[in-house]
């Protein structure tokens, strides 16, 4: 990918007149988990103001859904294909009722099947990541559900994670797709510290020798943050992600969401 | 720096070369190019929707493509297989093709041609200023019996 420029050129508009900008991230409503969680959102596109990565949520009672996915390929048409999913997920949880995180993302991979299925060879492919939440608020109770994106959760600073299914939603078609339900074991009167992210975050390169940060150096960096509040997490997080980076490019987008529980 | 007139024909050249690619590759469906313009009026010439990007570094100007809903509509179903797409979708293809050939431009002419990330818009934003000292050619083509504008404006 090309460098570009983050200013325009002296066309009385800035990028507050971008309309795909405005679409896309206000897909992301960092104030709607915010204001029923102790949560912090990192959005960081690979370039320009659109990207594969997406955010859902839908709160129904107690129960706060969340989901985040990390579709295939990058920029504007990536941006229209998480538009997808989060019509699919609105269809099968609003609409629906689905309520197990499993069942909801088996019924997403068949929403993908029946629409995309015959529609091959196109140029950006309806696969994707996609981590699944089920917060119950009253009675703090986590259930999980993962394609190809896990869980990490830090309870007394020592890190677990729940693996998720190989498979991704939307692609694969040929095989069954059982995505199960995890129960997130939270120890009473102790805070946990939990965490989506697409791949985006432990490819990034950079370092003294350009490598990937991988899932090692995305621990090291949790790790370090465990005794800090969630606020200061975010900024902790996005320094860290600026100092491997340093001047090498970002060739993935990065979604990131930790909340305590 | 001003862009001289073989330096200006050149760069819309690329621009056309580009577009051309764009759709020969990527759609298998080539595009026709109509008789180009310089734009001596005031005012742009827009269709319903536009993908625009901003040129600095040795050239100074900006390139957008316009085209009304339809032919985004064949192109996303082309792409990626939404048939029904939204405006933002729509907006989004905009964005896209406006990005991919300005940066096929940037890698023919290497780093001082700097480009900006796209701005998508729908109609004509009022706020739309176009500098006096910039010259604008048009680029009428037609994709798939689509009419679109190809625009640079270049100091």
Same mark, same amino acid.
């Given at each position: 990918?090309?460098?570009?420029?983050?200013?325009?050129?002296?066309?009385? *508009? #800035?990028?507050?007149?971008?309309?795909?900008?405005?679409?896309?991230?206000?897909?992301?409503?960092?104030?709607?988990?915010?204001?029923?969680?102790?949560?912090?959102? &990192?959005?960081?596109?690979?370039?320009?103001?659109?990207?594969?990565?997406?955010?859902?949520?839908?709160?129904?009672?107690?129960? *706060?859904?969340?989901?985040?996915?990390?579709?295939?390929?990058?920029?504007?048409?990536?941006?229209?294909?998480?538009?997808?999913?989060?019509?699919?997920?609105?269809?099968?949880?609003?609409? +629906?009722?689905?309520?197990?995180?499993?069942? &909801?993302?088996?019924?997403?991979?068949?929403?993908?099947?029946?629409?995309?299925?015959?529609?091959?060879?196109?140029?950006?492919?309806?696969?994707?990541?996609?981590?699944?939440?089920?917060?119950?608020?009253?009675?703090?109770?986590?259930?999980?559900?993962?394609?190809?994106?896990?869980?990490?959760?830090?309870?007394?600073?020592?890190?677990?994670?729940?693996?998720?299914?190989?498979?991704?939603?939307?692609?694969?078609?040929?095989?069954?797709?059982?995505?199960?339900?995890?129960?997130?074991?939270?120890?009473?009167?102790?805070?946990?510290?939990?965490?989506?992210?697409?791949?985006?975050?432990?490819? *990034?390169?950079?370092?003294?020798?350009?490598?990937?940060? #991988?899932?090692?150096?995305?621990?090291?960096?949790?790790?370090?943050?465990?005794?800090?509040?969630?606020?200061?997490?975010?900024?902790?997080?996005?320094? +860290? &992600?600026?100092?491997?980076?340093?001047?090498?490019?970002?060739?993935?987008?990065?979604?990131?969401?930790?909340?305590?529980? | 720096?001003?862009?001289?007139?073989?330096?200006?024909?050149?760069?819309?050249?690329?621009?056309?070369?580009?577009?051309?690619?764009?759709?020969?590759?990527?759609?298998?469906?080539?595009?026709?190019?109509?008789?180009?313009?310089?734009?001596?009026?005031?005012?742009?010439?827009?269709?319903?929707?536009?993908?625009?990007?901003? =040129?600095?570094?040795?050239?100074?100007?900006?390139?957008? =493509?316009?085209?009304?809903?339809?032919?985004?509509?064949?192109?996303?179903?082309?792409?990626?297989?939404?048939?029904?797409?939204?405006?933002?979708?729509?907006?989004?293809?905009?964005?896209?093709?406006?990005?991919?050939?300005?940066?096929?431009?940037?890698?023919?002419?290497?780093?001082?041609?700097?480009?900006?990330?796209?701005?998508?818009?729908?109609?004509?934003?009022?706020?739309?200023?176009?500098?006096?000292?910039?010259?604008?050619?048009?680029?009428?083509?037609?994709?798939?019996?689509?009419?679109?504008?190809?625009? =640079?404006?270049?100091?």
């Amino acid at each position: 990918m090309i460098d570009q420029e983050p200013a325009y050129f002296n066309l009385g *508009l #800035s990028s507050d007149q971008d309309q795909t900008k405005r679409n896309y991230f206000s897909m992301f409503p960092e104030e709607i988990v915010a204001s029923v969680l102790d949560a912090f959102i &990192i959005n960081k596109p690979m370039t320009g103001s659109a990207g594969g990565d997406g955010f859902w949520v839908h709160q129904a009672g107690s129960d *706060l859904y969340l989901s985040l996915f990390d579709c295939m390929g990058h920029g504007h048409l990536a941006s229209m294909m998480t538009r997808v999913y989060t019509k699919y997920l609105d269809k099968i949880v609003k609409e +629906e009722g689905v309520t197990d995180p499993g069942t &909801i993302l088996r019924y997403l991979h068949h929403q993908l099947m029946s629409k995309f299925k015959e529609k091959s060879n196109k140029q950006m492919g309806p696969a994707a990541d996609v981590g699944l939440l089920k917060v119950n608020l009253d009675v703090r109770k986590l259930e999980f559900s993962g394609a190809k994106m896990g869980l990490i959760q830090y309870e007394d600073n020592k890190p677990t994670e729940i693996k998720a299914s190989r498979f991704q939603v939307g692609d694969m078609y040929e095989y069954p797709h059982d995505y199960k339900t995890s129960s997130v074991e939270l120890k009473p009167d102790v805070t946990s510290h939990i965490y989506l992210m697409s791949d985006g975050f432990k490819d *990034l390169m950079g370092g003294f020798d350009e490598k990937k940060l #991988s899932s090692k150096g995305v621990h090291r960096i949790l790790a370090k943050i465990q005794d800090q509040p969630i606020v200061k997490q975010k900024e902790s997080v996005l320094s +860290e &992600i600026k100092d491997w980076q340093g001047s090498t490019l970002q060739y993935d987008d990065i979604l990131i969401l930790g909340f305590a529980i | 720096m001003k862009t001289s007139k073989a330096e200006f024909d050149a760069t819309c050249n690329l621009f056309i070369n580009s577009v051309n690619n764009y759709f020969r590759h990527l759609t298998e469906v080539d595009s026709e190019l109509n008789v180009p313009y310089l734009k001596e009026s005031e005012g742009l010439v827009l269709k319903d929707y536009t993908g625009m990007i901003g =040129i600095s570094g040795n050239r100074k100007g900006f390139v957008y =493509i316009s085209a009304n809903r339809d032919m985004y509509e064949d192109l996303i179903k082309i792409f990626i297989g939404i048939d029904t797409p939204s405006d933002e979708d729509i907006l989004d293809m905009a964005g896209e093709i406006s990005n991919v050939v300005a940066g096929n431009v940037r890698a023919n002419l290497g780093a001082n041609f700097m480009i900006s990330v796209p701005l998508v818009f729908q109609g004509m934003p009022e706020q739309l200023k176009i500098p006096d000292d910039v010259s604008i050619y048009v680029i009428p083509i037609m994709w798939n019996n689509h009419e679109a504008y190809v625009v =640079i404006g270049l100091q």
